[in-house]
């Protein structure tokens, strides 16, 4: 757990429209980083029409569902939610990988930030501390996409 995360700034989201794109594999933890994520969204005062919500099945499709999303929906930031679980073999970390490259060349390519939301755990009392527990992820991300928002706003003037 990083021990120096940025000091939050007050933001308002009305005017914003955000895109997430939700993995349903490891759903338990997924959607309550969802839900995290929709609660700071609409506290800050984005309006519930202005969200698109796609579903996925897991980390490794949020790339191009994003992309669909950026093409489509053109929205001011978008927010990648998965969660990835270590297993008796390497393949969640070439997952984690190739949805990280895949997140950032995305949102370099479309000129839109992506939130990477995607928690990587080395087991599930990892990712139930990040999802469910005190380590409030989902909250952070939606932070971070109303910062991501205002910066693309205030440099396209």
Do not use: W
């Amino acid at each position: 757990m990083s021990l120096s995360a940025p000091q939050s700034q007050v933001l308002s989201g009305a005017g914003f429209s955000v895109g997430i794109a939700a993995a349903r594999f490891n759903g338990r933890y997924v959607d309550a980083l969802l839900q995290k994520v929709q609660e700071h969204l609409r506290a800050a005062g984005v309006r519930e029409n202005r969200i698109t919500l796609v579903r996925v099945p897991g980390s490794n499709e949020l790339p191009s569902a994003v992309q669909m999303l950026c093409r489509r929906r053109r929205p001011d930031v978008c927010i990648a939610l998965g969660v990835i679980i270590r297993g008796g073999t390497r393949h969640y970390q070439l997952v984690a990988d190739a949805s990280a490259c895949g997140l950032m060349q995305v949102a370099l390519t479309a000129g839109v930030p992506v939130i990477n939301g995607v928690i990587v755990a080395e087991n599930e009392r990892q990712a139930a501390a990040r999802c469910t527990g005190r380590i409030r992820r989902g909250a952070e991300f939606a932070q971070a996409a109303l910062e991501m928002a205002a910066l693309r706003r205030r440099l396209a003037r």
